[in-house]
């Protein structure tokens, strides 16, 4: 089914998942299952009469039918709302908007995905579709990290579902000790120092807030990854979609439209303002 651009269409909450305290998934589908096509790292507009709309990450696989994901953490008034509504209540969606992870030319290559809080959840659809289509890809190993236990998203898949993938690791971490937690403590950029993946026929993805990318940034640097082998996905001060309110502009791109996937490369050749 075609996206819509402009005009909303009307999709139903048929569930809510609590992630953390202020984070929320709500999967939501259209009269016949899902309400658009998209690929991996596309966003949404989502409405919510009178309250207003935002966009937001589609953070399910294509390959799921059934319904769109979107994970929401609370930080203004449409987040707040949505935070609030109950299963049965119906939204207004439109898209999808901006470009979409590489996904032909990550074939057989090994990925290394680094998530950071909430930033899991845009790579979540990628790391879903590759898995979906395993023998397509190399190693996969996800390093994700959060301030506490209580901050890591989708528990059920990073501690259970995606470890029992062939061929995939999970490699967790939250910033402090914390009692009861068992595993590594310490920040995203300095874990993936630690582990040191080699870059030969390595593609890495991440997602973060804006300090930890800068900081993973530079220990891809340092592990010798070029910038044609770093994606990251920039959600930041999208509002209209289209490219038309130049919130989101940096340089001569729009995040909206140009992006919001962008190679280091890309990056690199960018006004410093990200």
């Known amino acids: 089914m075609p996206g819509s651009f402009l005009m909303p269409l009307v999709v139903t909450v048929k569930e809510i998942v609590t992630e953390t305290p202020d984070t929320k998934t709500l999967r939501v589908v259209g ?18 009469p009178p309250v207003g709309e935002a966009i937001f990450s589609i953070t399910s696989s294509p390959t799921d039918r059934e319904f769109m994901e979107f994970s929401i953490k609370e930080a203004g008034t449409v987040t707040r709302a949505l935070h609030r509504i109950t299963p049965g209540q119906q939204l207004g969606l439109r898209g999808p908007y901006g470009n979409s992870f590489p996904v032909e030319s990550l074939r057989g290559k090994d990925l290394l995905f680094i998530g950071g809080g909430i930033g899991l959840a845009p790579l ?27 901050d890591l998203i989708r528990k059920e898949e990073i501690n259970r579902i995606w470890p029992s993938v062939p061929d995939t690791r999970v490699h967790l971490t939250v910033d402090a000790k914390f009692e009861g937690w068992e595993g590594h403590v310490g920040f995203v950029p300095s874990y993936l120092t630690e582990l040191a993946f080699p870059p030969e026929n390595r593609m890495a993805i991440t997602c973060g807030p804006p300090v930890m990318i800068k900081f993973v940034l530079q220990a891809l640097e340092e592990l010798k ?3 044609e082998q770093v994606i990251t996905t920039l959600e930041m001060r999208m509002k209209c979609g289209v490219g038309k309110c130049g919130r989101c502009n940096i340089g001569s791109l729009y995040v ?14 960018l006004p410093d303002e990200y």
């Open 31 to 48: 009269e016949k299952g899902l309400p658009f096509e998209f690929q991996p790292g596309q966003c949404a507009m989502i409405s919510l």
């Open 124 to 150: 979540r659809s990628l790391i879903n579709y590759c898995l979906e289509k395993r023998a397509e890809y190399g190693q996969i190993d996800i390093i994700y990290g959060a301030r506490s236990p209580g």
């Open 225 to 227: 990854f070029s910038p």
């Open 256 to 269: 909206c439209k140009d992006g919001p996937v962008f190679t280091r490369a890309q990056l690199d050749a």
